[in-house]
């Protein structure tokens, strides 16, 4: 019997590590809509340049009904494993899903073959999304004859001038671009000069909305077009592991084994591509100087380690090196932890305690890993800066710091108050998983695309 128990359990952990892979929100991109829908925000901007706010009730089964045979070409700056392309991955999806035809360009592509582009290509293959070269006669003429044109990032907009050409004003009224950027090199003439002349754009949240509506006109001179704020969604794959308390207690032995941390151990994780905007530097700042506030103060709190997840071994730039030089100049190598960039980050969700939004400057348009964490009843120590800001509850749901320098302190005391509030960090975790359920589902991010679609299509229609 014993034997038997033995591989039973071996086979139950094995089974739900391929099942999250499977239907981690990461690799996951299938965005599956359902019935049971709730009300959602509106988002536009009026002829003043304001941004409002309606709620409107669906009355549908499906929210993307209406997009049933119509013809979608979607246009991405690059195919990779980062956040845009994901996102249209996902719309692409969602719309295959009811009915609609599906075309994909790439404008970036390199020149060799990338095991990356061939995979996601194939995903999309598979799923009836047609894939068509950036610079093809086909490509012009599938944005001719298109119901909707979605291009995806500010850098999107270089595609127009070098394949339409001469085409580029019949187009216009029927693109929607989608814009997840805050970064200032993105605000380029080149990329962006014909945003004023599209149907709209789609960004992820209140304050990048702002930002680019701001600075367009203050540096660019030139006015945004109608503008619709969508906050993204979890899917529902990610959900189902998340409230799932068996396949989350595995994942987090398993996760906490390969890294050495024992379970009543604190861990904070920072999980983003290891970059200097996303702040990984002060983040390790900041947990060494909270472990320094321990000791001065003498308090007795678990032991407390940290991961950085988003790391690329192969590469090693010189930013991951500073890092990692830092971790050995200070004599914590046994409290950090690197880990490879993977899309399969459930299983650090499960395995972790707090999630760290570091990211600098301007911070996240939205930050997805953000509201994953919190379905995952984790708090979030994030900047107060970005779509963040509109996603946590500064003292209900997570604690926010300023980003730069300026913030390494104020982060490190939130390590330490939640080492030594364990109820109060509990707390906030359930907090924020309510949030999610009340406003970050996939559900709600399809109901509030749905709205932006209907309006796009009305109003390319009318222009023809």
Same mark, same amino acid.
């Given at each position: ?9 071996t086979f139950q952990k094995r089974w ?32 003043? &340049? ?21 013809? +979608? ?41 990338? !095991? ?101 006109? !203050? ?116 409290? +950090? ?11 650090y969700l499960a395995a972790i305690d ?31 800066? &970005? ?28 390590m330490v108050n939640f080492a030594t509030?364990? !109820? ?41």
């Amino acid at each position: 019997m014993a034997k038997q128990s033995v591989g039973w359990i071996t086979f139950q952990k094995r089974w739900l590590l391929m099942l999250l892979v499977v239907f981690s929100i990461s690799t996951a991109i299938v965005f599956v809509i359902r019935a049971a829908l709730d009300s959602c925000d509106r988002h536009f901007e009026d002829a003043d &340049g304001r941004i409002h706010l309606t709620t409107q009730i669906s009355s549908i089964s499906n929210p993307l009904g209406f997009m049933k045979s119509k013809l +979608v070409l979607l246009v991405s700056h690059e195919l990779s494993l980062s956040g845009g392309p994901l996102l249209l991955m996902e719309l692409a999806f969602l719309l295959r899903g009811v009915g609609a035809q599906v075309v994909w360009i790439t404008n970036q592509k390199p020149m060799e073959t990338d !095991e990356v582009i061939y995979s996601l290509e194939h995903k999309m293959l598979d799923r009836g999304v047609q894939v068509l070269s950036a610079k093809s006669q086909e490509a012009i003429e599938t944005a001719l004859k298109a119901d909707l044109v979605v291009l995806n990032t500010a850098v999107a907009g270089k595609w127009l001038d070098a394949v339409l050409k001469d085409d580029v004003p019949r187009v216009l009224p029927k693109v929607l671009w989608w814009i997840h950027e805050m970064r200032g090199h993105y605000f380029k003439l080149e990329y962006v000069k014909h945003l004023p002349f599209v149907a709209g754009a789609m960004i992820d949240s209140h304050t990048t909305a702002e930002y680019w509506k701001n600075r367009t006109e !203050e540096r660019l001179r030139i006015k945004m077009p109608e503008t619709y704020v969508v906050h993204l969604g979890n899917s529902k794959e990610l959900m189902e592991v998340a409230e799932d308390n068996v396949a989350k207690r595995v994942l987090r032995e398993h996760v906490r084994e390969s890294l050495g941390v024992r379970n009543e151990d604190l861990l904070f994780a920072i999980i983003n591509s290891v970059s200097r905007g996303k702040g990984q530097d002060l983040f390790l700042r900041s947990f060494h100087e909270s472990l320094q506030l321990i000791q001065q103060q003498k308090l007795k709190v678990p032991s407390m380690h940290a991961v950085v997840v988003g790391s690329d071994m192969n590469a090693q730039t010189k930013f991951e090196t500073e890092l990692r030089n830092f971790v050995i100049e200070k004599k914590i190598q046994d409290r +950090v932890h690197f880990v490879n960039k993977t899309l399969t980050v459930a299983p650090y969700l499960a395995a972790i305690d707090v999630l760290v939004q570091n990211s600098q400057a301007r911070g996240e348009c939205f930050g997805r890993i953000t509201i994953e964490a919190m379905a995952f009843q984790i708090p979030v120590l994030g900047t107060a800066a &970005g779509g963040t800001t509109e996603i946590v509850v500064n003292g209900s749901t997570g604690l926010l710091h300023p980003a730069g320098k300026e913030g390494v302190t104020p982060l490190a005391k939130n390590m330490v108050n939640f080492a030594t509030h364990v !109820e109060r960090r509990l707390t906030m975790g359930r907090k924020g998983y309510e949030r999610v359920k009340d406003r970050f589902l996939e559900h709600h991010m399809a109901q509030r695309i749905a709205l932006v679609l209907k309006e796009v299509l009305h109003k390319a229609k009318g222009h023809f």
